[in-house]
């Protein structure tokens, strides 16, 4: 299956031990129960099952600074704050809107324990931590799997936020100021649809990049 957004780098396929409703154990063995949390056997990553063709990933939502872990050493530290509340809202609402669930991989250790969106080595440096990002992907993994025995195509979102004070929104279209300040009939030319993340989305969408972007 081929999904219409881009997701965290670095997917792997190392095993991660399940627990479900909160508790750990053995891996809970698939099919998985909509709407049910399943954790790694740390407890530091959370899969929310669904039953429709949508992933939520939230690398940066954590809020978990347990003291047997070091602190990363290289990298971005901040938090993206309030994604991993935005997650289970934006799942809640779904759930409400369509009868379904999406699938929801959250990583809840705090970024200077845990960078789930960049590659090892920068992303932890402790074997614990890269066993949690080990996890992260290998959860997200069996989301993009549990889709597939439904649908031939899913969509993934990599939600993000910022922590920094200035109060914006930053659009992740890897298109610049600029081009999104272009003219409807500007962004239709010149190869724009193919630099962005949603070229597959432009590429299906009757109104071309510029109807899905505005």
């Known amino acids: 299956m081929s999904f219409r957004a881009s ?12 627990a479900a409703c909160g508790t750990a154990g053995p891996e809970a063995p698939a099919p998985y129960t909509a709407g049910t949390s399943y954790f ?3 407890g530091y990553v959370e899969y929310i099952a669904g039953d429709l063709p949508l992933l939520i990933t939230v690398p940066h939502g954590g809020t978990m600074q347990p003291l047997s872990l070091p602190d990363r050493t290289t990298g971005v530290f901040a ?7 935005l997650a289970r809202r934006i799942a809640s609402a779904i759930r409400r809107a369509t009868g379904g669930y999406p699938h929801v991989v959250i990583c809840l250790l705090h970024r200077t324990k845990l960078d789930c969106n960049r590659d090892l080595p920068e992303a932890a440096d402790d074997p614990a931590a890269r066993e949690a990002w080990s996890a992260f992907h290998r959860l997200a993994e069996t989301a993009r799997e549990q889709i597939a025995q439904r649908t031939l195509t899913g969509f993934a979102i990599d939600l993000h936020g910022h922590g920094h004070p200035i109060q914006r929104v930053e659009l992740g279209y890897l298109l610049s100021a600029a081009t999104l300040g272009l003219s409807d009939a500007a962004l239709q ?7 962005t993340s949603v070229r597959d989305l432009a590429a299906r969408s009757p109104g071309g990049l510029s109807g899905l972007l505005r």
């Open 7 to 18: 997701l965290t780098r670095g997917y792997v396929l190392a095993a991660a031990l399940l």
């Open 40 to 42: 790694s056997v740390d």
């Open 79 to 85: 938090s993206d704050l309030n994604t991993q509340d």
């Open 189 to 195: 030319q010149g190869g724009h649809a193919a630099a």
